[in-house]
Protein backbone atom coordinates (compact mmCIF):
# COMPACT_ATOMS: atom_id res chain seq x y z
CA UNK A 1 0.00 0.00 0.00
CA UNK A 2 1.41 3.40 -0.56
CA UNK A 3 1.02 6.79 1.36
CA UNK A 4 1.02 10.08 1.06
CA UNK A 5 1.08 12.78 3.52
CA UNK A 6 -1.13 15.80 3.90
CA UNK A 7 -0.75 19.07 6.72
CA UNK A 8 -3.27 22.00 6.59
CA UNK A 9 -2.20 25.10 7.62
CA UNK A 10 -5.20 27.39 8.54
CA UNK A 11 -4.76 31.80 8.64
CA UNK A 12 -6.78 34.88 8.20
CA UNK A 13 -6.27 38.08 8.03
CA UNK A 14 -4.63 38.07 4.89
CA UNK A 15 -2.76 34.91 5.71
CA UNK A 16 -1.33 36.59 8.27
CA UNK A 17 -3.17 35.46 11.50
CA UNK A 18 -2.92 31.89 12.64
CA UNK A 19 -6.09 30.26 13.32
CA UNK A 20 -6.92 27.88 16.33
CA UNK A 21 -8.96 25.66 16.84
CA UNK A 22 -10.10 25.45 13.05
CA UNK A 23 -12.66 21.92 12.91
CA UNK A 24 -10.93 20.14 10.00
CA UNK A 25 -13.01 17.21 8.02
CA UNK A 26 -10.40 15.21 5.19
CA UNK A 27 -13.03 13.39 3.37
CA UNK A 28 -11.81 10.57 -0.22
CA UNK A 29 -12.64 10.76 -3.27
CA UNK A 30 -16.41 9.15 -2.39
CA UNK A 31 -16.98 11.58 0.52
CA UNK A 32 -16.32 9.67 2.93
CA UNK A 33 -15.15 10.86 6.30
CA UNK A 34 -11.25 9.69 6.67
CA UNK A 35 -9.74 12.42 9.22
CA UNK A 36 -11.56 14.95 11.68
CA UNK A 37 -8.63 16.93 13.55
CA UNK A 38 -8.67 20.36 15.24
CA UNK A 39 -5.28 23.16 14.32
CA UNK A 40 -3.16 23.88 17.00
CA UNK A 41 -1.89 27.43 18.06
CA UNK A 42 -0.25 27.77 15.10
CA UNK A 43 -3.12 26.79 13.02
CA UNK A 44 -1.87 24.15 11.34
CA UNK A 45 -2.41 20.52 11.58
CA UNK A 46 -0.45 16.95 12.42
CA UNK A 47 0.70 15.65 9.66
CA UNK A 48 -1.62 12.86 8.52
CA UNK A 49 -0.51 9.57 6.27
CA UNK A 50 -3.06 9.36 3.34
CA UNK A 51 -3.49 5.71 1.07
CA UNK A 52 -2.70 6.95 -2.61
CA UNK A 53 -0.99 4.57 -5.74
CA UNK A 54 2.46 3.89 -6.40
CA UNK A 55 4.83 6.97 -7.25
CA UNK A 56 5.81 5.32 -10.14
CA UNK A 57 2.72 5.89 -12.05
CA UNK A 58 3.66 9.87 -12.43
CA UNK A 59 7.04 8.84 -13.50
CA UNK A 60 6.00 6.86 -16.56
CA UNK A 61 5.70 8.86 -19.31
CA UNK A 62 3.33 6.00 -21.20
CA UNK A 63 0.84 6.11 -18.21
CA UNK A 64 -2.10 7.35 -18.98
CA UNK A 65 -4.05 7.09 -15.71
CA UNK A 66 -4.46 9.10 -12.43
CA UNK A 67 -1.09 8.71 -10.57
CA UNK A 68 -2.05 9.73 -7.54
CA UNK A 69 -5.23 10.08 -5.04
CA UNK A 70 -7.44 12.68 -4.35
CA UNK A 71 -9.17 13.69 -1.74
CA UNK A 72 -11.07 17.16 0.22
CA UNK A 73 -11.08 19.29 3.28
CA UNK A 74 -13.37 21.29 5.25
CA UNK A 75 -12.64 24.19 7.06
CA UNK A 76 -14.87 25.17 9.80
CA UNK A 77 -14.68 27.89 12.37
CA UNK A 78 -16.83 29.79 14.72
CA UNK A 79 -17.12 33.27 13.34
CA UNK A 80 -15.60 32.50 10.01
CA UNK A 81 -17.42 31.33 6.84
CA UNK A 82 -16.41 28.24 5.70
CA UNK A 83 -13.89 26.71 2.82
CA UNK A 84 -14.28 23.17 0.90
CA UNK A 85 -11.35 22.12 -1.01
CA UNK A 86 -11.49 19.09 -3.39
CA UNK A 87 -9.66 17.21 -5.57
CA UNK A 88 -6.30 17.85 -3.44
CA UNK A 89 -3.56 15.26 -5.14
CA UNK A 90 -1.84 12.97 -2.71
CA UNK A 91 1.74 11.50 -4.09
CA UNK A 92 3.31 8.74 -2.65
CA UNK A 93 5.99 9.89 -0.22
CA UNK A 94 5.05 13.52 -0.78
CA UNK A 95 3.70 15.59 1.74
CA UNK A 96 0.53 18.48 0.39
CA UNK A 97 0.62 21.28 2.33
CA UNK A 98 -2.17 22.82 1.88
CA UNK A 99 -2.88 27.05 2.79
CA UNK A 100 -6.44 27.74 4.12
CA UNK A 101 -7.34 31.12 4.34
CA UNK A 102 -10.99 31.91 6.30
CA UNK A 103 -12.95 34.90 6.41
CA UNK A 104 -14.74 36.21 9.00
CA UNK A 105 -18.49 36.54 8.43
CA UNK A 106 -20.38 40.05 8.16
CA UNK A 107 -21.96 41.36 11.23
CA UNK A 108 -25.31 41.16 9.43
CA UNK A 109 -24.60 37.24 8.13
CA UNK A 110 -26.70 34.70 10.34
CA UNK A 111 -24.98 31.64 9.38
CA UNK A 112 -21.39 31.00 7.79
CA UNK A 113 -21.62 30.91 3.85
CA UNK A 114 -19.37 28.32 2.38
CA UNK A 115 -16.59 28.89 0.01
CA UNK A 116 -15.30 25.83 -2.65
CA UNK A 117 -11.95 25.57 -4.31
CA UNK A 118 -11.34 22.82 -6.71
CA UNK A 119 -7.50 21.84 -7.40
CA UNK A 120 -7.73 20.33 -10.28
CA UNK A 121 -5.67 18.18 -12.46
CA UNK A 122 -2.37 19.09 -12.68
CA UNK A 123 -1.09 20.30 -16.46
CA UNK A 124 0.95 17.56 -17.08
CA UNK A 125 -2.13 15.44 -16.74
CA UNK A 126 -4.51 17.15 -19.13
CA UNK A 127 -4.64 15.57 -22.74
CA UNK A 128 -5.46 18.53 -24.41
CA UNK A 129 -2.96 20.93 -25.16
CA UNK A 130 -3.19 24.89 -24.08
CA UNK A 131 -2.67 27.54 -26.57
CA UNK A 132 -1.76 30.71 -25.30
CA UNK A 133 -3.32 34.25 -25.85
CA UNK A 134 -2.34 37.35 -26.17
CA UNK A 135 -2.04 40.75 -27.62
CA UNK A 136 -0.61 41.11 -31.45
CA UNK A 137 0.63 44.08 -30.93
CA UNK A 138 3.88 45.44 -30.72
CA UNK A 139 5.00 45.17 -26.84
CA UNK A 140 6.65 47.73 -24.98
CA UNK A 141 9.99 46.77 -23.36
CA UNK A 142 10.94 48.20 -20.12
CA UNK A 143 14.24 49.74 -19.18
CA UNK A 144 15.59 47.21 -16.66
CA UNK A 145 13.80 43.71 -15.61
CA UNK A 146 11.35 44.29 -12.42
CA UNK A 147 10.76 41.54 -10.37
CA UNK A 148 6.70 41.89 -9.52
CA UNK A 149 6.41 41.66 -5.73
CA UNK A 150 3.29 41.01 -5.33
CA UNK A 151 2.65 39.93 -9.15
CA UNK A 152 -1.32 40.31 -10.91
CA UNK A 153 -2.84 37.08 -11.88
CA UNK A 154 -5.91 37.25 -14.10
CA UNK A 155 -7.62 34.26 -13.46
CA UNK A 156 -9.14 33.28 -16.98
CA UNK A 157 -8.15 34.14 -20.40
CA UNK A 158 -6.74 37.47 -21.09
CA UNK A 159 -10.18 38.89 -22.40
CA UNK A 160 -12.57 37.06 -19.77
CA UNK A 161 -14.31 38.90 -16.97
CA UNK A 162 -12.31 37.41 -14.47
CA UNK A 163 -11.36 38.95 -11.40
CA UNK A 164 -7.19 40.05 -10.98
CA UNK A 165 -5.82 38.40 -7.67
CA UNK A 166 -2.32 39.63 -6.42
CA UNK A 167 -0.04 37.48 -4.51
CA UNK A 168 3.72 37.27 -3.48
CA UNK A 169 5.98 35.98 -6.63
CA UNK A 170 7.49 33.48 -4.72
CA UNK A 171 3.79 32.03 -3.98
CA UNK A 172 3.02 32.34 -7.24
CA UNK A 173 5.99 30.34 -9.14
CA UNK A 174 5.02 27.27 -6.24
CA UNK A 175 1.47 27.53 -6.93
CA UNK A 176 1.84 27.26 -11.43
CA UNK A 177 4.86 24.90 -10.62
CA UNK A 178 2.21 22.42 -8.32
CA UNK A 179 -0.64 22.89 -10.91
CA UNK A 180 1.78 22.23 -13.57
CA UNK A 181 4.27 19.16 -12.90
CA UNK A 182 4.19 16.37 -10.49
CA UNK A 183 6.50 16.43 -7.01
CA UNK A 184 7.54 12.90 -7.69
CA UNK A 185 9.93 13.84 -10.64
CA UNK A 186 13.64 14.07 -10.39
CA UNK A 187 14.55 17.18 -8.74
CA UNK A 188 16.53 18.36 -12.19
CA UNK A 189 13.38 18.07 -14.16
CA UNK A 190 11.78 20.42 -11.12
CA UNK A 191 14.37 23.02 -11.50
CA UNK A 192 14.02 23.35 -15.40
CA UNK A 193 10.24 24.00 -15.03
CA UNK A 194 10.54 26.26 -12.21
CA UNK A 195 13.33 28.18 -14.25
CA UNK A 196 10.73 28.03 -17.02
CA UNK A 197 8.15 29.52 -15.09
CA UNK A 198 10.01 32.17 -13.35
CA UNK A 199 11.51 33.35 -17.00
CA UNK A 200 8.31 33.09 -18.80
CA UNK A 201 6.80 35.66 -15.89
CA UNK A 202 9.43 37.81 -15.97
CA UNK A 203 9.51 38.10 -19.55
CA UNK A 204 5.79 39.06 -19.68
CA UNK A 205 6.01 41.49 -16.90
CA UNK A 206 9.77 43.05 -18.81
CA UNK A 207 7.70 43.47 -22.34
CA UNK A 208 4.41 44.45 -20.35
CA UNK A 209 2.98 41.30 -23.03
Known amino acids: MSI?????????????????????????????????????????????????????????????????????????AAGFNSLYVSDIPIFEDETANLPVVLIPMQESQRSPLQAEISIGKPAVAMQTARRQEGTVEEPYVLRQVVIPNPITVHLGPPASSASNVQVSFPDYVKNVASSEIYPTWPEASMRANIYAIITFALNRVYTEW
Do not use: C, H, W
Not at 13 to 33: E, F, K, Y
Open 4 to 76: GYLTIQTRTAQDAVPLTGVQIRIMDSLGNSVYSLTTDESGETQKVPLETVSRNFSQNPYYTGTPYRSYSVLAR
